[in-house]
């Protein structure tokens, strides 16, 4: 029924797929029963093609009606071990965007740490890890969700020096912790190798973008996208804006430094009228039911918005990382 419906075609955004009691993420990570379900609704509305097929249809002026591309940010080390043998199996391409300094680190990323480590911090230590942050007194009720969008906002997506130092001390005492990972440089060059799988620029320290002066952007997304040059023998010329937070200006930097276009995160179907600022992705999570999924692929959502019987923004005003 819903390959019937007129579409634009969707594209995916997913993060992490959980495994055990590794955390969420603040809910963008999904376990692999959860992504199964994902890929069937998307071969249940169209057809899985890469993102970068979807992109060249739409400038050429063609029909995307039914093509749905799935996409992953971050470059999750759980993406290479849980959701690649599913893709494989299920003949799905996917393309992956990877921050540079994470992965030349294999680092984890703070909204993992920090969706770990606050249920554990000590009254002591959330108290420290407010107070470096710049967290109210009265905000800190609300825990991570708060603390994530004042690290957002106020640091411009950087975890300060003093709350790492508090993370690690708080480490320390657990004695480990598990977290998922980004993908190190040597596992994306034996991933960006499979025909499956492409490569692109999730920019090199996952800044807020908006937040940061012309030159810094054109460096995150330059040197970034120069990095990946040298990983995969065709890097996507495209951008996944960290945060899904975007505006004008940075699409415009992100053009001049050699992007085809941006993705952003926003729950709308690829039509020619919503690519201007940017390609609209679904941000796929545990929360999202798949019949809800399937309706916002199948363009239901939007035809709901045009009638007036849903209300309720386009983008997202504080995105998950």
Same mark, same amino acid.
């Given at each position: 029924m819903l390959r019937m419906l007129p579409q634009g075609g969707a594209i995916l955004c997913l993060h992490g797929i959980r495994s055990g009691s590794q955390p969420d993420g603040g809910g963008i990570h999904v376990d692999a029963p959860r992504l199964a379900g994902v890929l069937d609704v998307a071969r249940s509305v169209g057809r899985i093609v890469p993102v970068d097929v979807l992109i060249e249809r739409h400038a050429g002026g063609k029909s995307t009606s039914g093509l749905i591309a799935i996409t992953f940010d971050d470059a999750c080390l759980s993406v290479r071990e849980l959701a690649v043998p599913m893709l494989r199996a299920a003949g799905?391409?996917?393309?992956?965007?990877?921050?540079? /300094?994470a992965a030349e680190h294999g680092s984890a990323y703070w909204w993992d740490r920090l969706s770990l480590l606050e249920s554990v911090m000590s009254a002591d230590e959330w108290t420290r890890f407010g107070t470096a942050i710049g967290l109210s007194a009265a905000a800190r009720a609300g825990r991570a969700e708060r603390a994530r969008d004042t690290i957002v906002t106020?640091?411009?997506?950087?975890?300060?020096?003093?709350?790492?130092?508090?993370?690690?001390?708080?480490? *320390?005492?657990?004695?480990? =912790?598990?977290? /998922?990972?980004?993908?190190?440089?040597?596992?994306?060059?034996?991933?960006?190798?499979?025909? !499956?799988?492409? %490569?692109?620029?999730?920019?090199?320290?996952?800044? =807020? %973008?908006? %937040?940061?002066?012309?030159?810094?952007?054109?460096?995150?997304? *330059? /040197?970034?996208? *120069?990095?990946?040059?040298?990983?995969?023998?065709? +890097? !996507?010329?495209?951008?996944?804006? +960290?945060?899904?937070?975007?505006?004008?200006?940075?699409?415009?930097?992100?053009?001049?430094?050699?992007?085809?276009?941006?993705?952003?995160? =926003?729950?709308?179907?690829?039509? *020619?009228?919503?690519?201007?600022?940017?390609? +609209?992705?679904?941000?796929?999570?545990?929360?999202r039911s798949g019949w809800k999924l399937g309706a916002g692929l199948a363009g239901l959502q939007e035809l709901a918005r045009t009638l007036g019987l849903r209300r309720g923004p386009d983008d997202p005003a504080m995105p998950a990382p």
């Open positions: 799905a391409p996917a393309s992956i965007f990877a921050v540079r /300094d106020r640091h411009r997506g950087a975890l300060p020096h003093e709350a790492a130092e508090v993370f690690a001390a708080v480490e *320390a005492r657990l004695g480990t =912790a598990s977290y /998922d990972r980004s993908m190190t440089t040597s596992e994306l060059e034996k991933l960006g190798r499979e025909p !499956l799988f492409t %490569l692109g620029v999730h920019t090199v320290t996952h800044r =807020a %973008l908006p %937040l940061l002066s012309d030159e810094e952007v054109r460096r995150e997304v *330059a /040197d970034c996208y *120069a990095w990946l040059r040298d990983v995969t023998p065709s +890097p !996507l010329p495209l951008l996944a804006i +960290p945060y899904g937070l975007r505006d004008d200006r940075t699409r415009r930097i992100a053009l001049g430094a050699g992007m085809r276009d941006v993705l952003r995160i =926003a729950p709308r179907t690829v039509r *020619a009228t919503t690519a201007a600022n940017g390609f +609209p992705r679904f941000m796929v999570s545990e929360r």
